[in-house]
């Protein structure tokens, strides 16, 4: 058996319940990560779909022992780590948690970040109440043994702060995941027509995009799974540049390009309805019919897919 990923949380920006949200879900980012030996857990963000995960860890996890995992943070923007006060096992005796994940700004540690939401000023419970065990530890790019078989390798990608990809590998099956992550753009992107256009800046600044973008597809290179920011359309993101998200065709493209297998499209936008995330599964992959093995699917809360 390999790795098994469920998805509690799909949304980028705000949870966003309600009629038109039903079918794909509203929470916004946390993935469940199990591998064998004994089902270990590692969890990938806590957005406010770590609140369920939680409630699922209590009635599964919980009777056979105390709650040990590690979470991984793709980044520290509120959508990633808002659900954490929320996570009830942080509440048990017992419970041992790592966390993981880059931090902008030296003097901010991660604690303080994902902790500090745990203050009286906007939660009835302090940190310092907690009942579990947690340590935190900041990430760079490169590789960590996690034991059992299990590696994880970490790529930094665009966003206005911090983000790291994460590539979990187990028994040589590859699961990645790309988000927040804005396709690098040329900075030095003047038209000629512009005051400040010089030629030579404008072909090193799209040299050097190509070069990052090249190392991040490298990175995601055969995957098995990625999971892929996809926040816009092609069309959407002409007014969204330099936001940090991705589209779906820089998605799709750069997984084909990788020999990734199976693309999970992530991080909806909050606009975005359950009628609308289904036509554009249905358009992208009419549109990449016989032209790639690669699978495309909508990222829906509830399900689990093996790796
Ligand atoms: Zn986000
Ligand atoms: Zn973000």
Same mark, same amino acid.
């Given at each position: ?12 920006? *705000?949870?966003?319940?309600?009629? +038109? ?9 946390? @993935? ?10 590692? *969890? ?8 369920? &995960? ?14 040990? +995992? ?5 980044? +520290? ?8 006060? %929320?996570?009830?096992?942080? %509440? ?17 540690? @991660?604690?303080? *970040? ?8 906007? $939660? ?13 530890? /900041? ?14 390798? +970490? ?6 702060? &911090? ?20 396709? $690098? ?5 003047? /038209? ?35 999971? #892929? ?33 199976? @693309?999970?499209?992530? #991080? #909806? ?39």
């Amino acid at each position: 058996m390999g790795m098994r990923v469920t998805f509690w949380g799909v949304r980028g920006s *705000i949870p966003c319940p309600g009629p +038109t949200t039903v079918r794909y879900g509203g929470n916004t980012a946390c @993935l469940e990560l199990r591998f064998d030996p004994d089902d270990r857990l590692v *969890i990938i963000d806590a957005g406010s779909g770590i609140r369920e &995960l939680g409630e699922s860890l209590l009635k599964r996890d919980l009777p056979r022992g105390p709650i040990r +995992t590690r979470i991984f943070l793709s980044h +520290t923007h509120w959508d990633h780590i808002m659900g954490f006060p %929320f996570f009830t096992p942080i %509440f048990i005796p017992g419970t041992e948690i790592e966390v993981y994940g880059p931090v902008s700004y030296e003097e901010d540690t @991660l604690e303080e *970040i994902v902790g500090g939401q745990l203050r009286y000023r906007y $939660f009835p419970v302090r940190l310092e109440e907690l009942q579990a065990k947690l340590e935190y530890f /900041q990430l760079k790019e490169g590789q960590k043994d996690l034991g059992a078989g299990l590696t994880v390798t +970490t790529k930094y990608l665009n966003h206005p702060i &911090l983000v790291l990809g994460y590539r979990f590998e187990y028994q040589g099956r590859v699961f990645c995941t790309a988000y927040d992550h804005e396709s $690098f753009r040329n900075v030095f992107d003047v /038209q000629p027509d512009q005051p400040g256009y010089d030629p030579e800046a404008v072909r090193e600044g799209e040299l050097a995009a190509k070069e990052e973008n090249e190392k991040v597809a490298r990175f995601f290179q055969g995957a098995d799974l990625l999971v #892929h920011d996809t926040q816009y359309t092609a069309k959407e993101y002409q007014k969204k540049k330099g936001w940090g998200h991705s589209t779906f065709e820089w998605a799709i493209n750069a997984a084909h390009k990788a020999g990734v297998k199976h @693309l999970v499209l992530f #991080h #909806h936008d909050p606009l975005r309805t359950d009628a609308e995330l289904a036509a554009l599964e249905r358009a992208y992959r009419k549109a990449m019919e016989g032209k790639t093995s690669l699978r495309i699917s909508v990222a829906r809360e509830g399900t689990t897919l093996e790796v």
